[in-house]
């Protein structure tokens, strides 16, 4: 069963389109790194993943079940903003988050939050925007979700603190086979964690597969400055510097005299696609 699926998903908010006739089945256990240029929709994509958004079009399914105007039981979303009360200490803030939610489990929260130190009596107002995202974290983690969504958890994190909230995460799927959708700008961290790929353009899906299958079908090949004829497979994007050119192929045949292939990393797949979809548009 897919944790996560859709079929002709599409969101409009007026006349701007922000998700269209999107179709992904992500399966279960797998880390997936959804990653786009700003507005590509990946908030919009995990807000009606998340049923606080109606899409305008298509479906939604969390674990087979048709995603209806609320968040599935199995899962936990951790939207941008971070829903906290300000004015509460981090101890009522846990309380509540506990009588909030019928499946709760007090101490993974005050394991995930082991390694902060955190005051149980500091207000959430005083605390720092990293701190409160490992809060905010430590709350969705309490669910004991089989399918968590994270709306750029890294984004306000130094160093320190985004290896530990991988390593709080990584955790719950090592332990519980728990599958994980987290949004970033972050390529370099996303590589160490992720197993598999969703990359939005201006809300549609350029890519989305097993991390290690999509770059084992790609290659970045250099050669001479020529009409490209010689090379087969699909060429994703091309660019050129001196007498040599440089194309990121998808399915690449035997290379003519003169070129030679590399296996790309993520990031440079990913920049690619992204800069083809724009010098297209």
Same mark, same amino acid.
């Given at each position: 069963m897919s944790a $996560? #699926?859709?079929? &002709? +998903?599409?969101? /409009? %908010? =007026? =006349?701007?389109? *922000? !998700?269209?006739?999107c179709a992904v089945d992500l399966p279960e256990g797998k880390v997936v790194g959804l990653v786009g240029s700003n507005g590509a929709g990946k908030s919009t994509f995990l807000a009606l993943a998340a049923g606080l958004v109606r899409p305008s079009a298509g479906t939604v399914r969390v674990f087979g079940d048709e995603v209806r105007g609320r968040l599935h039981p199995e899962a936990? %979303?951790?939207?941008?903003?971070? @829903?906290? %009360?300000?004015?509460?200490?981090? =101890?009522?803030?846990?309380?509540? *988050? &506990?009588?909030? /939610?019928?499946?709760?489990?007090?101490d993974r929260v005050e394991e995930a939050l082991e390694a902060t130190e955190l005051d149980c009596d500091a207000r959430v107002s005083s605390l720092s925007q990293g701190t409160r995202t490992q809060l905010a974290?430590?709350?969705? !983690?309490g669910r004991l979700p089989k399918l968590l969504l994270l709306d750029e958890p890294l984004a306000d994190l130094d160093v320190l603190a985004r290896e530990d909230v991988l390593r709080l995460?990584?955790?719950?799927?090592?332990?519980? &086979?728990m599958t994980v959708v987290l949004s970033s700008h972050l390529?370099?961290?996303?590589r160490d964690v992720c197993d598999h790929l969703l $990359? !939005?353009?201006? =809300?549609?899906? +350029? $890519?989305?597969?097993d991390i290690e299958e999509i770059l084992d079908e790609h290659s970045d090949i250099v050669g001479p400055v020529d009409d490209g004829t010689s090379i087969t497979g699909t060429v994703i994007r091309t660019s050129r510097a001196g007498r040599q050119q440089r194309m990121l192929v998808r399915a690449p045949g035997s290379l003519a005299p003169g070129w030679e292939?590399? @296996?790309?990393?993520l990031e440079g797949l990913v920049t690619n696609y992204l800069r083809a #979809?724009?010098?297209?548009?």
């Open positions: $996560l #699926s859709t079929i &002709g +998903l599409s969101k /409009n %908010y =007026g =006349g701007r389109r *922000a !998700l269209q006739d936990a %979303y951790l939207p941008q903003h971070r @829903p906290l %009360y300000k004015d509460f200490t981090v =101890g009522e803030m846990i309380r509540a *988050a &506990g009588a909030m /939610n019928q499946r709760w489990s007090r974290l430590a709350l969705s !983690l995460v990584m955790t719950d799927v090592a332990d519980r &086979g390529l370099a961290d996303l $990359l !939005l353009h201006e =809300g549609r899906v +350029l $890519l989305e597969g292939a590399q @296996p790309p990393d #979809s724009r010098e297209t548009a």
